[in-house]
T-cell receptor
């Protein structure tokens, strides 16, 4: 099946530090979505990227879609304890399949 | 507005028993997805429906798993017979269409097979 590599698997940061997670696909993607799952919760949709090279911002979160539409990143500036959780990318290729990445678990140390 | 509703929230049962998980998607959503989440395998897509029709069930682990969507407001995921390795959190999600739309997840069913 399609491989959805997400790195790092775990990240511990001091509150106030920045955080980045990366999503890499073996195939060209039609779009990519990002989700956040709090501990004990369910995945919650954050954003969707469609265009090559697209950059979108949500307050301290910056999402980027690669020029070749094979990778994406999520960057959080000045992390807060409320950012704790697991961040997933979800990829859609030219078919109807949706694949979730392995996720990056973020711990923020106050 | 009501989100995706799943029941039960927790289920503990002995191996060999039949387990039925239920899901009510958001009204007006045409696509419904069933996922399984474990520490080892992450979030796996089991099956999805579009307009009540199963489109892709290639993620269903084996014949012990079956899913139905008899109407636009209800779906079930059944495991018979259940095994300890089926223990996981099972999520149902719905979206307006299959592609290019956010998926809205329910709170999940935490299933433990003893």
């Amino acid at each position: 099946g399609q491989q959805v590599m997400q790195i790092p698997q775990y990240q511990h940061v001091q509150e106030g530090e920045d955080f980045t997670t990366y999503c890499n696909s073996s195939t060209t993607l039609s779009n990519i979505q990002w989700y956040k799952q709090r501990p004990g919760g369910h995945p919650v949709f954050l954003i969707q990227l469609v265009k090559s090279g697209e950059v979108k911002k949500q307050k301290r979160l910056t999402f980027q879609f690669g020029e070749a539409k094979k990778n994406s990143s999520l960057h959080i500036t000045a992390t807060q304890t409320t950012d704790v959780g697991t961040y997933f990318c979800a990829e859609s290729n030219t078919g109807n399949q949706f694949y979730f990445g392995t996720g990056t678990s973020l711990t923020v140390i106050p | 507005d009501a989100g995706v509703i799943q029941s039960p929230r927790h289920e503990v049962t002995e191996m060999g028993q039949e387990v039925t998980l239920r899901c009510k998607p958001i009204s007006g959503h045409n696509s419904l997805f069933w996922y399984r989440q474990t520490m080892m395998r992450g979030l796996e897509l089991l099956i999805y429906f579009n307009n009540n029709v199963p489109i892709d069930d290639s993620g269903m682990p084996e014949d012990r798993f079956s899913a139905k969507m008899p109407n636009a407001s209800f779906s079930t995921l059944k495991i018979q017979p259940s095994e300890p390795r089926d223990s996981a959190v099972y999520f149902c999600a719905s979206s307006l269409t299959v592609r290019n739309q956010p998926q809205h997840f329910g709170d999940g069913t935490r299933l433990s097979i003893l």
